[in-house]
């Protein structure tokens, strides 16, 4: 019996354990206790203001989250833009491609040779020149993934679950290796390279501001619902401003990455990056210390003590008038007594001594 009950008590307190353990993060409150609550973080880019022009659209991307990191959780990544913005090609990525075209036709004729092959990253099959890839590539890959497409388009319910579960590996694949062989029909990936990235991808209409619009009522509405404590906003445009003003008044930090130096947005933000110093990391680094500034001037203004006269004099009062409750003073004549006295004993430097007092 003895070990009966030893076994019963020890599996009730195994089991009260893993109740903690899971409940804590709920409502029990147990692991608040041990770690502090980090800050939520929202990035809004302004994809028709600020598109990255020199930089690969995903590298950009995944800097500008890890840079944001630093001040919290990033909880929130959107971006606003319409059709033109992803169909913009950049002149840099027309240089690369124009300079693909020639070295391919240099290969085809044999005029250059590459020492290492070029692999398909799907069948692992190599070649010896980069258009063979590509026709490779076309022939065979490209027809498997609109198969596989049209399968699971055709398909319903469970069906439709099992194919979806049946090629996610095998579309994974080809989405890795499709951004390197083939070129992008419209614009240079940008929204598939931000997808990829985490980012919530909106396009809007082609009217004139109408992605200003847009992030703006999609912030206002986070800023309502006191979603986020930390704002990066990705954009030049000084539309912003009032947006950013709002947020400091209701207590949010501001960040703004952007390239003008001397724009308005930097001047009304907490905090500004460029896009160089997101891209070498140098942002990421400037955050920590920048967070410990802030937390640093809100506990100076907590301990900050203002002078304000007619307080101190109500409460000067306040503290005479209960002294002359308890029996200190009675009446307008000890009053005037005290203060006689008062100006009796200062009637003298208080650094001279008083000769009578050798004589005493």
């Excluded at 990235?197 to 009217?207: C, E, I, L, P, Y």
């Amino acid at each position: 019996m003895n070990c009966v009950k030893v076994s019963s008590f020890i599996h009730a307190i195994r089991s009260y354990k893993r109740f903690c353990h899971f409940e804590s993060k709920s409502h029990l409150g147990f692991g608040s206790l041990d770690r502090p609550v980090r800050a939520s973080v929202g990035i809004f880019w302004d994809l028709d203001n600020k598109p990255p022009k020199s930089f690969p659209p995903f590298d950009a991307a995944t800097k500008l989250k890890k840079a944001a990191g630093q001040f919290g959780v990033v909880r929130f990544t959107v971006a606003y833009a319409n059709r033109h913005a992803f169909s913009y090609v950049p002149p840099l990525v027309r240089q690369q491609r124009k300079e693909r075209k020639t070295l391919n036709l240099l290969e085809k004729s044999g005029v250059v040779k590459v020492e290492d092959p070029y692999i398909c990253r799907v069948c692992g099959r190599r070649f010896y020149t980069n258009e063979k890839l590509v026709n490779h590539f076309k022939q065979i890959h490209e027809r498997e993934q609109t198969k596989r497409l049209n399968q699971i388009e055709s398909a319903r319910g469970k069906m439709r679950v099992k194919l979806v579960a049946k090629y996610a590996m095998k579309m994974d694949k080809y989405k890795g290796a499709v951004r390197d062989v083939l070129t992008p029909k419209v614009g240079y990936g940008l929204a598939d390279d931000l997808k990829r990235a985490g980012f919530w991808v909106r396009t809007v209409s082609d009217k004139p501001q109408a992605a200003d619009v847009a992030l703006r009522n999609h912030l206002v509405d986070v800023m309502d619902k006191r979603m986020v404590d930390y704002v990066v906003l990705v954009s030049d445009d000084s539309d912003f401003v009032e947006v950013l003003k709002e947020a400091r008044l209701r207590c949010l930090k501001t960040v703004v990455v952007g390239d003008s130096n001397d724009g308005a947005l930097k001047r009304t933000a907490d905090a500004a990056f460029s896009w160089q110093e997101i891209m070498i990391g140098k942002a990421k680094k400037e955050a920590v210390s920048v967070v410990g500034r802030w937390k640093d001037r809100d506990v100076l203004k907590r301990l900050e003590w203002t002078y304000d006269p007619e307080v101190e004099k109500k409460l000067y009062y306040s503290e005479v008038e209960s002294d002359d409750s308890d029996g200190i003073f009675s009446g307008e004549d000890d009053k005037e007594d005290v203060g006689a006295s008062i100006l009796k004993e200062d009637a003298h430097a208080w650094w001279k001594l008083d000769s009578r007092s050798g004589h005493d």
